[in-house]
């Protein structure tokens, strides 16, 4: 099916018939948050538009908003939300239906949302081009990936290998890991092209687009016998019935997996070669995700369109950018000249385009001699959304050697990425764009939505904030007594703790063993013999313009071979629950015990079994909390037995000096 559209972008002093802002076009929304009583107070730029607005709500995974929780007036601009609690996240859509137009703006709003420890399992796709000269850089994003709660399962490919072998090697993966989430390509494996489309709307234009969303469309029916049309002026759109080239306009069934590539093929611009660049980006990716960069959380937004008759593409900067960075950081300057001095940590760029350049942004000459101080960054005009195409704009930002870490063409259709602020990786919010039909609008309609040319440079795992992590993890482990691990503490002063984690596989799926720990150090007393490999990462309640939420570091990892204790069996209806604390311990050694009345024995017992002290106390029952001095303990493993009624409850515990 062809797809062609009137307007064409490559003539970007079009007026709006209604003369309304792009603004108009978005409700720009920011929170405010309280625990006690919990409370989410939404707050927006008002609209000139005389509108009434329309609050709805849903849970972060829903795929409805449903009837409206209330409707306010054009007088209004805030909405607080009283039906909610600690320790949550909600998603909010505020429509703004005015006399001449409709905006809409969405939020995810959390009071202490909770940290997200697990992401799944990425497969990462690596251009075996650079399996030796990138070795080292290429070892450090596995371990940057798996250091953020992401299961890596690596593959290196030849660039030669077709699409379709490719896409079998990622269908294994998730036909037998059911926590499969995500494919990152780095390099330039097979680029897959499908449609008939020209969602830039210039009929020269027609034809297969770039379509990795093919490598995450796990369901669906691909076919190469129906299109037929060699009209494009660019050889690559040509699609004819046979030619390896795909028909579908669109992603047949929803995606599965999330998708992204850091590709640097054919940008002779730069004068720099592919390896080069790659190596350059892998480091600032690097950089970024350690917190070893000055990042100012605010957003630039480009406009060189305007309304364009309702569709308003940078309506995109206009949503999305408040929830992430809040309004007042949000700036209506110009584009290159401004990054090349000064940081945003989120851009938008919108203007008429070709392979090379947009009206009133740049060219992709400009970013070889001007830094590109951002690291999110969305562009939107002609042709250059067809991204593999020798010096391509969109492209361009990410060939240079400050940190310009994601791009994406947004505007048709729009991208959604306000889930971010609660700690989501980007290629989270990737994947909800990619698949969105109706669910998020602009404008009552998203020209473009769910076809296949929707795709993401850059690493789908990056986040809008980092802490620094946690150094020096070391393993201390004794003879059928566990593993004690202390590591020094992260030099950020504001986090609230620290949390660890297991696996049996150096790169598989760590699973957390600790509660949040206030000191830098854990005894693990309980598991399988043999090698384990531990994580520990520090975590942070951090404060966005949506809210709070615990926003985990990246782990340090080590290994050690260890053996346990046999677990034994308490006594659970005279003693139902013994906790100690703190463990390891210096001076002091609490119990804490839930249980019935009735006298109970305490022994501390030496790694050799010898009853060092020795109580005895009544339980009055219920809950209690018993302290003793162990202050002239020698250092090591000791373990505490509590004896009642021919009932024994035994923990292990470590003095320290």
């Given amino acids: 099916m062809r797809h062609f559209y009137l307007i064409i972008l490559g003539f970007f002093f079009y007026t709006s018939v209604n003369a309304q802002t792009t603004a108009d076009y978005a409700v720009q929304l920011t929170a405010a948050v309280q625990v006690a009583p919990p409370g989410i107070k939404l707050s927006w730029v008002k609209h000139t538009d005389n509108p009434t607005y329309y609050i709805y709500r849903k849970s972060k995974t829903a795929q409805s908003w449903g009837t409206a929780i209330d409707t306010l007036t054009a007088a209004d601009s805030t909405y607080t939300d009283n039906n909610v609690v600690a320790d949550s996240a909600y998603e909010y859509q505020v429509v703004a239906s005015g006399t001449t137009a409709t905006g809409q703006g969405y939020i995810f709003a959390g009071i202490r949302s909770p940290a997200l420890h697990s992401k799944g399992a990425l497969i990462m796709l690596v251009d075996s081009t650079f399996t030796d000269s990138l070795s080292a850089e290429l070892s450090r994003l596995k371990n940057d990936i798996r250091a953020d709660g992401w299961e890596v399962i690596r593959y290196d490919i030849s660039r030669n290998v077709p699409d379709s072998v490719v896409k079998a090697t990622i269908k294994n993966v998730y036909n037998t890991n059911p926590r499969l989430r995500a494919v990152l390509i780095v390099g330039h494996i097979a680029v897959p092209y499908s449609g008939d489309i020209n969602p830039d709307g210039h009929p020269d234009h027609l034809g ?3 379509a990795d969303l093919y490598y995450g469309n796990m369901d669906g029916l691909w076919t190469d016998n129906t299109v037929n049309d060699t009209s ?6 040509r699609n004819k019935p046979g030619d390896g080239k795909w028909d579908q ?6 995606n599965r997996l999330q998708v992204s590539r850091i590709d640097f093929y054919d940008m002779p611009l730069f004068n720099k070669t592919e390896i080069a660049m790659m190596r350059s980006y892998l480091n600032k990716d690097h950089v970024y995700k350690w917190d070893s960069l000055a990042v100012v959380h605010r957003a630039l937004i480009s406009d060189n369109f305007g309304a364009f008759g309702g569709e308003a593409f940078a309506a995109t900067g206009f949503r999305n950018f408040p929830p992430l960075v809040g309004t007042d950081s949000v700036k209506s300057i110009s584009y290159i000249s401004t990054l090349n001095t000064d940081s945003y940590q989120w851009s938008y760029g919108c203007g008429g385009g070709s392979f090379q350049s947009a009206g009133g942004i740049g060219s992709t000459s400009d970013f070889t001699t001007n830094n590109v101080n951002g690291i999110f960054t969305m562009l939107f ?6 991204w593999n195409a020798q010096n391509d704009f969109m492209r361009a930002p990410l060939c240079s050697d400050v940190p310009a870490l994601t791009v994406c063409w947004s505007g048709r259709p729009h991208w959604f990425f306000h889930h971010m602020a609660l700690g989501e990786n980007i290629g989270y919010d990737a994947l909800v764009s990619q698949n969105n039909q109706t669910l998020y609008l602009s404008q009552n309609f998203n020209y473009g939505a769910t076809w296949v040319h929707a795709g993401l440079m850059g690493d789908l795992t990056l986040r809008t904030d980092y802490i620094k992590p946690v150094s020096n993890l070391a393993i201390n482990t004794f003879a ?3 593993a004690l691990l202390t590591w020094t503490a992260s030099p950020d002063t504001a986090v609230h703790g620290y949390y660890v984690y ?24 309980v598991g399988t013999d043999g090698l384990q490999y531990y994580m520990v990462r520090p975590v942070k309640l951090t404060t966005t313009p949506s809210g709070t939420y615990y926003n985990l570091g990246l782990g340090e990892v080590d290994t050690a071979t260890v053996t346990y204790q046999p677990v034994s069996v308490g006594n659970i209806a005279s003693m139902s629950s013994l906790t100690l604390y703190p463990n390891p311990a210096k001076t002091s050694l609490s119990v804490s015990i839930e249980g019935k009345a009735g006298n109970a024995t305490f022994r501390l017992m030496n790694v050799n079994g010898q009853v060092v002290k020795e109580y005895s106390r009544y339980l009055p029952g219920n809950k209690t909390c018993i302290t003793f001095d162990v202050s002239k303990l020698p250092a090591g493993v000791y373990t505490l037995s509590a004896e009642m009624k021919n009932f ?3 923990k292990q515990w470590i003095k320290l000096n």
Avoid: H
């Fill in 648 to 650: 024994t409850e035994t």
């Fill in 502 to 525: 297991r696996c049996a596989t150096a790169y598989g799926s760590y699973q957390k063993i600790s509660p949040m720990l206030a000191m830098p150090s854990y005894l693990d007393t």
């Fill in 208 to 210: 297969a687009w770039p």
């Fill in 232 to 237: 494009a002026g660019y050889v690559a759109n």
């Fill in 249 to 254: 306009d669109g992603i047949p069934t929803p």
């Fill in 480 to 482: 059928d007594s566990g």
């Fill in 381 to 386: 005009g002609s042709y250059f959304g067809d």
